[in-house]
């Protein structure tokens, strides 16, 4: 693990069989009394450090070993912080093999959603992962590319507690006492104030989705993967269909591509089917190659060459379309790279209309969208951890309603510094822009968010903002470009934090 240097620190837990624990660090033995079934063991600050190992006693000994004692930072958001190295690397990929850094490393808080007002949400038993070779691409990529940066010039352990959630809410992190200032919230939040009833909600959700993907599927599927079907009519990739358009369908699409190989395939075959709209099952001469349950990842799959041949290939596409628009969003990559050739996938396709619902897909509520469900599960859990400061890059979510998003982040901060009694330095990140591929526009309130990711340097104290705005393709919610906002957020972070 990482914690900070040159402060106090504390070590917390269960106990519910011993008095009192103890703690023992380079010879020095903390103790302290067990209250409730919890202790809290505090250590004096220690200098920036690798390789330690520490013991805790009480009922059973516990051994810690590999201990840094460095800067750590506390990674707040949603799904561009989440974000990992891994889908970043059409354009960091030589950065990213270069990259061994076994003292720059990652916490993951997984919400443990429960939303009861007398429960205690208890952090998950997440390894610290190491940016190293095997493991580097699931860390945070925001995080990284900017320790990367910091650790190069600095040479100190960096910790990242990763608690950002993709498509969470700025009330998702506020404190329930923050939110009756800004509207009512009780209506969205009452529904989930019993024991259990949010993990309740949230697996209906899961099953109402796959109740209706069942639906769509029939026996009969198996003629549509492996040829094209008569009657199959023309389609342009990328391309779109769209309600405007007169095209849409709610249900299932089939497409198809057939390209020619004029070398033998080899054993490594790569499939990159750019951004698809909303979850597919590919194919390529009857086998699947690769599956995405929902719309923004890159729809990248590496598959065995030997399921091609000299010759004739088809790509077969189920594509799912849930709310009945969809398909192959432009400025993204469609090619076929076999170890002899690479043939582009734009241009010409077949598509038939396969079943249709009457309905589209279950709208629910994700957990990270209800007001508080993220303080009570990420935030507060971590209150008596010591930070260095705040990473923070969400606002995506709120585009729709706008209005007071400064004023709820000032408040959201003010109270996190008050509850780990820190007044830690942030760092803001300024969305990029964005045109929504369906509707040809940017969302209504992303210019108004912006604006008041900006102004937050001015109205909350310590407070810096990073742009990320130029750093995106129009029609791309996750750009990839995010070792250069990275480099952008070590330039701050140097002035602000050393």
């Not at 190293?132 to 925001?142: C, D, Y």
């Not at 790279?337 to 009457?358: A, F, P, Q």
């Not at 951890?385 to 400064?406: H, K, L």
């Not at 109205?459 to 130029?470: I, M, N, T, Y």
Request: glycine share 8%; with cysteine; hydrophobic share 35%.
């Amino acid at each position: 693990m990482v914690l900070q240097r040159d402060r106090i620190c504390a070590i917390f837990g269960k106990e519910d069989q011993a008095p009192e624990v103890s703690l023992i660090l380079e010879g020095k033995e903390y103790t302290a009394k067990v209250s409730d079934g919890q202790f809290l063991i505090r250590i004096d600050p220690h200098p920036a450090c690798t390789g330690l190992s520490m013991t805790i006693r009480g009922s059973e000994d516990i051994k810690i070993q590999d201990i840094c004692f460095g800067d750590v930072f506390y990674l707040g958001g949603q799904s561009n912080m989440e974000l990992p190295v891994s889908r970043t690397m059409d354009v960091s990929e030589e950065e990213v093999k270069k990259s061994d850094y076994p003292y720059i490393r990652q916490y993951r808080v997984t919400p443990q959603y429960n939303m009861a007002e007398d429960e205690v949400a208890e952090l998950a038993d997440n390894p610290w992962v190491p940016a190293v070779p095997g493991k580097i691409g699931e860390l945070s990529a925001t995080g990284f590319y900017c320790a990367r940066r910091i650790y190069d010039k600095k040479k100190i352990p960096i910790g990242l507690v990763l608690g950002a959630q993709g498509g969470s809410t700025v009330e998702s992190w506020m404190d329930v006492s923050l939110l009756s200032e800004f509207g009512n919230y009780e209506d969205l939040m009452n529904p989930f104030m019993e024991k259990d009833a949010l993990p309740r909600y949230l697996k209906a959700r899961d099953e109402g989705i796959a109740a209706w993907r069942s639906a769509l599927e029939r026996p009969d599927e198996e003629k549509y993967i492996s040829a094209i079907p008569e009657g199959a009519s023309d389609f342009t990739v990328p391309g779109m269909l769209l309600k405007k358009d007169g095209t849409d369908h709610t249900g299932i699409v089939w497409f198809y591509k057939e390209f020619e190989l004029l070398e033998e395939p080899g054993e490594d075959a790569f499939l990159y089917l750019g951004d698809l709209i909303d979850a597919d099952q590919t194919f390529i001469n009857g086998k699947a190659v690769g599956r995405t349950e929902y719309r923004y990842p890159p729809r990248k799959y590496p598959f065995d060459g030997s399921i091609l041949r000299k010759g004739k290939n088809l790509i077969s596409v189920r594509l799912i379309l849930e709310t009945g628009e969809g398909g192959f969003v432009a400025e993204h990559p469609y090619y076929l790279r076999t170890e002899n050739e690479k043939i582009s996938l734009t241009g010409e396709w077949k598509m038939v209309k396969g079943v249709h619902s009457d309905t589209s897909v279950p709208v629910f509520k994700m957990g990270q969208e209800v007001p508080t469900s993220l303080f009570k599960t990420s935030v507060r859990p971590l209150k008596d951890f010591t930070f260095s400061g705040i990473w923070w890059y969400q606002g995506e979510a709120n585009s729709d309603a706008p209005s007071r998003y400064g004023e709820k982040f000032r408040a959201m901060i003010q109270f996190w510094r008050d509850l780990y009694q820190q007044n830690l330095p942030v760092i803001v990140v300024e969305m990029c822009d964005y045109t929504d591929p369906v509707t040809g526009e940017q969302p209504a309130g992303w210019a108004s968010i912006q604006a008041q990711q900006v102004a937050a340097a001015k109205e909350v104290e310590d407070c810096a903002v990073v742009s990320a705005k130029d750093l995106g393709a129009p029609l791309e919610l996750h750009p990839q470009r995010k070792s250069e906002l990275g480099a952008r957020m070590a330039e701050v972070a140097e002035k602000m934090f050393y």
